[in-house]
């Protein structure tokens, strides 16, 4: 089992009436609404909480990046992940993911990568994302080429880290004279990558096709049986047959040294009004061309109004009933996690620690509880499950590095 | 007056097109918005009483399928260069809507010779002086297609004032294509008003006196970039000119083509 710790790297100090009173929280939510004061300071927090997260034993520290709202505050998942390489000596650097449809030059983030993993002694898992429908929006990048540019720059990126330079990449979107960098990763053939996803089908089917470990982020459980039976599905298919080793979940846990501090605390994982991204409008969070042509229909009724969103919005009460979030002491939370590990097998787990306005120093007890006490208790039950990470499964990092590969009948029969 | 119209799909170098036919006289090729068209609309009518009337619907717009292919407007243009081609018809008057009239700007840049007269109503295409082209990405359906009309009214004339969720689906296929071939920069090309100085045929641009989707200062640069241009205002009237007051459109379309 690897065992993470995430933060979304909230911009707490913003004005929370002023983004209710603009109707958006997110992409044209004016900028002014950001202090960099309080960024600067909470930066550090960050900083002081996943190292924290380090000297408590934490396997891993995941970290994502998004654009133009409150709700994350990094805006480039890369440079806090070479602020751990250098600052932190033994805990995973887990990016998940860098948006690659974002990059207009996949080589620029072939060579960061390889410098954080090379850095970081060979700490790093370079996850991969398609990036929310905003961070097109906000970085100008075209929405209706969304999947194509992910799977293409996808490919020079693996390209410039394993093949022999210098040569030359002539793609549908990417074309580049001379693909020759001397920064490549430490790690071979190359750093693991693990695919974060919420609800595209093609991304799981897609990851599952790479051998690549998925990650649910907080799916519910039926959800999550779902996401995995395509993915075993389309393993079989592949050749291979899934398991834990293939399967990584987040979701948000909120642990703290009483019940009631830890419940109130929970509520800020809704500080985003029920949103994950913030109040949006809803063609700004799914742009044209950037969702699935089978989801159409429903999507613009949701976002002309006469339809629920899709997608779903529950109410805490609900979320915490579904077990989408946790809250309590370390034993409240292990037995729930329990529950999920057992019915959904994930090889990975990354627990959302804190959100909102939660403070630094309820903070720190979560993370410190989190290592000390929650992660050893899941460690044992994980051993008994027998839910092995890629690391203690030692999985190939790709499906053409695969060595126990069938035919898709003979996989099917195991 | 009812007209006779006949639809078929041509394919012109290999995109097959919907293409809509009706009227007699001089060709006139309507090129329609980036929000797609209805089927029937009073302006395609009244405009099919005095001429032969040819109404495409773009590659990857309502009834014409996608070419994935394409990157570009410039690409629909020549494709549209082609339709002509198939059909035979030399020497059309291009009449372009908005993002319609981007395509025939283009169109014009190709065969300078091969156009009877040219107007742009509300064209995109060129970057405004002043102000800026309404985003499309940022912008919800209704939103959008309302910002079109001065008068809300005429817009619940043409789509209801609860479009269908078919209109709506629709909406969301023609922006997807816009943003494919539109994206960067958005809604204009660097060079078209340079192109546009080797246009003979004579050109009326036709902007709504409250256009809200595409700035006045774009006609204006037009007028500059045309060698041989004038200029109508439509008062009380938005972007869409076209669909809010068709029949006044249709006059000074007809009063210009038949200046000759």
């Keep these: 089992m690897h065992l993470m710790y995430f933060t979304e790297q909230p911009m707490s100090a913003y004005d929370e009436q002023a983004g209710r009173d603009f109707g958006a929280t997110a992409l044209m939510f004016p900028n002014k609404h950001f202090d960099p004061v309080a960024g600067s300071r909470l930066y550090n927090n960050y900083i002081e909480q996943y190292m924290l997260a380090e000297e408590v034993g934490i396997d891993g520290i995941m970290l994502n990046e998004h654009h133009n709202a409150p709700f994350c505050m990094q805006a480039k998942a890369n440079i806090f992940a070479a602020i751990l390489a250098g600052m932190t000596k033994k805990t995973k650097i887990v990016m998940l993911g860098n948006p690659l449809p974002l990059a207009e030059n996949p080589i620029r983030l072939a060579e960061e990568l390889a410098m954080i993993d090379m850095i970081s002694k060979g700490r790093l898992v370079s996850g991969f994302v398609r990036g929310g429908g905003q961070e097109q929006l906000a970085t100008g990048v075209n929405p209706a080429f969304n999947r194509e540019r992910f799977e293409e720059a996808h490919d020079l990126v693996v390209q410039a880290w394993t093949r022999p330079g210098p040569f030359r990449y002539e793609g549908t979107h990417y074309q580049h004279r001379v693909v020759n960098p001397w920064a490549v990763p430490l790690q071979k053939p190359y750093p693991r990558v693990w695919i974060p996803g919420v609800i595209s089908k093609e991304t799981i089917v897609w990851a599952a096709q790479q051998r690549y470990p998925y990650i649910a982020l907080n799916t519910s459980i039926e959800q999550t049986k779902k996401i995995w039976e395509l993915y075993d599905q389309v393993a079989l298919q592949s050749g291979y047959v899934g398991g834990p080793e293939n399967r990584g979940y987040l979701i948000q846990v909120h642990i703290s040294d009483n019940e009631d501090k830890a419940r109130e605390n929970a509520r800020q994982f809704r ?112 051993k008994s499950l027998d839910l092995k990470s890629p690391f203690e499964a030692n999985a190939p990092v790709h499906l053409k590095y695969s060595t126990d590969l069938k035919p898709a009948k003979a996989a099917a029969a195991e | ?205 036709v902007w709504g006196d409250d256009d809200k989707v595409v700035p006045i200062s774009a006609g204006k640069r037009y007028l500059e970039s045309l060698p041989d241009a004038h200029l109508e205002i439509v008062r009380s009237c938005g972007h869409a000119v076209d669909m809010e007051q068709p029949e006044a459109l249709a006059k000074l379309v007809t009063n210009f083509i038949g200046r000759e």
């Design chain 1, 271 to 382: 500080w985003m009004q029920g949103e994950f991204t913030g109040l949006a409008h809803p063609v700004w969070s799914t742009p044209s061309g950037y969702g699935s042509p089978t989801n159409r229909r429903a999507f613009v009724e949701f976002a002309a109004g006469r339809a629920i969103n899709p997608r779903g919005n529950t109410s805490f009460e609900q979320q915490v009933e579904d077990l989408r979030i946790i809250y309590g002491t370390p034993k409240t939370v292990v037995a729930k996690l329990k529950r999920i590990l057992e019915q959904t097998r994930p090889g990975i787990l990354a627990l959302w620690g804190n959100d909102g306005r939660v403070s630094q120093e309820d903070s720190l007890t979560c993370v410190r509880l989190m290592g000390q006490e929650v992660f050893p208790a899941i460690r044992e039950i994980a």
């Design chain 2, 1 to 205: 007056m009812a007209v006779d119209w006949a639809s078929s799909t041509i394919e012109a170098g290999g995109t097959k097109l919907h293409v809509k036919r009706a009227g007699r006289g001089r060709p006139v090729l309507v090129l329609h918005h980036e929000t797609g068209t209805l089927d029937d609309l009073p302006f395609y009518d009244a405009l099919a009483a005095n001429h032969a009337v040819i109404v495409p619907h773009h590659p990857g717009y309502s009834r014409s399928e996608r070419p994935d292919w394409m990157r570009s407007v410039r690409d629909i243009a020549v494709v549209y260069r082609g339709l002509l081609s198939e059909l035979k018809v030399a020497r059309a008057a291009l009449v372009g809507l908005g993002f319609g009239g981007w395509i025939a700007a283009e169109m014009a840049t190709m065969a300078p010779a091969d156009l009877s007269h040219l107007v742009l109503v509300g064209a995109m295409g060129i970057k405004p002086p002043q102000g800026d082209i309404l985003d499309l990405a940022v912008t919800g359906y209704m939103d959008y297609a309302r910002a079109a009309f001065h008068d809300q009214k005429a817009f619940d004339r043409v789509y209801g004032a609860e479009p269908s969720v078919d209109q709506l689906e629709m909406w969301d296929i023609c922006r997807e294509m816009s943003f494919r071939i539109a994206w960067k920069p958005y809604m204009y090309s660097q060079t078209l008003p340079h192109l546009l100085k080797s246009m003979r045929a004579p050109a009326l641009i």
